[in-house]
């Protein structure tokens, strides 16, 4: 989702698609799935188009999308995520006390 963004925000979407599509599928229909899939990932629940509206946006080339935002979990380069992690636990246990148990075979 993050690399999506990235290569929306600085104008490179196109990247997203599989090479091996070729000539085969209309790069615009490419960019469209592509802008109306960052719009059904936008942070807020209000501002994601509903599935009528996608299918109505996805079956015709007329209708207009709205720009998205990006999404919930884009980073900068300088934010670590494992800061953010580690401040959520506390001697190894997660702040709301749940705990996961991953068993290992010998």
Excluded at 33 to 50: N, T, V
Excluded at 60 to 84: E, G, H
């Amino acid at each position: 989702m993050t690399q999506a963004w990235r290569l929306w925000h600085d104008g490179r979407p196109i990247e997203m698609m599989d090479p091996t599509l070729g000539e085969t599928c209309p790069r615009n229909q490419v960019l469209r799935c592509i802008h109306i899939g960052l719009l059904c990932i936008q942070a807020d629940a209000s501002e994601r188009p509903p599935i009528s509206s996608v299918v109505v946006m996805l079956g015709s080339d007329s209708s207009s999308l709205s720009l998205p935002m990006p999404p919930p979990m884009v980073f900068d380069d300088r934010t670590s995520t494992r800061s953010d992690e580690s401040a959520n636990y506390r001697e190894g246990n997660s702040v709301n006390e749940v705990s996961i148990t991953d068993f290992d075979g010998r």
